[in-house]
């Protein structure tokens, strides 16, 4: 079945530093794979998408590339704000078993100023 | 444009009661979708509607069940709630005819406690 991993957390930077958040994946076929990000007591929001092999998703400074020949989906971001400081799931959701999306485990990002 | 909006925003029961959550998607969205969200724990997926029939479900026990009603709004049953049941129930929405890769809208969540 399809399965996502994602980098433990948590992760702690200062602000302005680069981020990586690794994310790979197990799907059968080509899987779309997405970034969500959840802000303190809050839902999920969808952060970036990408729909086929190299594709970039970006969006708010955040980008991630779909590289289909390393099954990863890996989130970065250049320079980080303290308003960054959320929790981040990597998601892919398959043609095959439609509707059911899997999500990693979360990764939990504090930004400290 | 609204969005995804759940109800109620939190809710407290004792083990054993029933538990209702609401869900009513974007408009125009015809596909609903569950997910628990323990404490400490990620997303795990419960149940997927779409145009009033159940298309998916997650590893949970019968006694988790919902329905999607004809505007397409959502419920979503908990019975003999346990205190594990504890979590937020986050409901999600996309658009007809995604099939996969679908991009899915999420709510804000109802916060279940189960005391």
């Known amino acids: 079945g399809n399965s996502v991993t994602q980098m433990e957390g948590p992760v702690t930077l200062s602000e302005e530093a680069f981020l990586t958040i690794n994310c790979t994946y197990t799907a059968t076929g080509y899987p779309s794979l997405f970034w969500y990000v959840q802000y303190p007591g809050e839902g999920l929001q969808l952060l970036l998408k990408?729909?086929?092999?190299?594709d970039k998703g970006s969006n708010k400074g955040f980008e991630a590339t779909y590289r289909k020949e390393t099954t990863s989906f890996h989130l970065e971001k250049g320079s980080v704000q303290v308003s960054d400081s959320a929790v981040y799931f990597c998601a892919l959701s398959g043609r095959t078993n439609a509707g059911k999306s899997t999500f990693g485990d979360g990764t939990t990002l504090t930004v400290k100023p | 444009e609204a969005g995804v909006t759940q109800s109620p925003t939190h809710l407290i029961k004792t083990r054993g009661q029933q538990a209702t959550l609401r869900c009513s998607p974007i408009s125009g969205h015809t596909s609903v979708y569950w997910y628990q969200q323990a404490l400490g724990l990620g997303l795990q997926f419960l149940l997927w509607y779409d145009e009033g029939e159940e298309r998916n479900r997650g590893n949970f026990p019968p006694r988790f069940s919902g329905r999607q009603f004809p505007n397409y709004s959502s419920e979503l049953n908990v019975n003999a709630l346990e205190l594990e049941d504890s979590a937020l129930y986050l409901c999600a929405s996309s658009a007809p005819g995604q099939g996969g890769g679908n991009e899915q809208f999420f709510g804000p969540g109802t916060r279940l406690t189960v005391l």
């Open positions: 990408a729909t086929k092999a190299d």
